[in-house]
């Protein structure tokens, strides 16, 4: 199922999912799963550029990737990527660049099949941290939050 399996600086693991041609997926796996050294050409570019990456937030992406997706999501996707590292916009203020709701921006973020590369942990509640990966809590959520702080944002105190 994996070209791939790397330790992932906040603990757990990614799973690398590519066709061999362009990636196709990253997903968050749980500590306990096995890492699997990086099969074929792109699995081992892709597992540089992550690990460029965890060492420099503002690095880039070069890998060839392949997203997927409706349209719509397409234009999240592509609005994301054009966040810098840092930084941060709100699901309301993507929404009103997009001409569109808060909720289908959140619903678009969590769709994302290549996390990191397309970054939605840039995108935050109105108030808050928001979701991420479908979640609302949990571990998908300190991923956010170390995400968010190495790329050096610090998220407000809400009281």
Same mark, same amino acid.
């Given at each position: ?6 330790? @992932? ?11 061999? @041609?362009? *990636? ?25 550029? *992550? ?13 060839? =990737? ?6 719509? =999501?397409?234009?999240?996707?592509? @609005? ?14 993507? @929404? ?39 979640? =609302? ?23």
């Amino acid at each position: 199922m994996y070209s791939a399996v790397i330790p @992932a600086p906040w603990g757990g693991r990614l799973g690398i999912r590519d066709d061999g @041609a362009v *990636l196709t997926g990253l997903d968050f796996l749980p500590a306990p799963t096995a890492v699997q050294p990086p099969r074929g050409e792109l699995a081992i570019q892709v597992c540089h550029e *992550l690990e460029h990456y965890f060492s420099d937030p503002s690095a880039t992406f070069s890998v060839p =990737q392949r997203r997927g997706g409706t349209p719509f =999501q397409q234009r999240v996707w592509a @609005a994301l990527v054009a966040i810098p590292a840092g930084r941060v916009l709100r699901y309301g203020e993507l @929404a009103v660049q997009l001409g569109s709701s808060a909720r289908a921006v959140g619903q678009a973020c969590g769709s994302n099949p290549l996390p990191l590369l397309v970054p939605c942990h840039r995108v935050l509640a109105a108030r808050g941290l928001g979701g991420f990966d479908h979640r =609302q809590d949990g571990e998908r959520l300190d991923i956010k939050l170390w995400l968010l702080g190495h790329e050096g944002y610090l998220l407000p105190l809400v009281s």
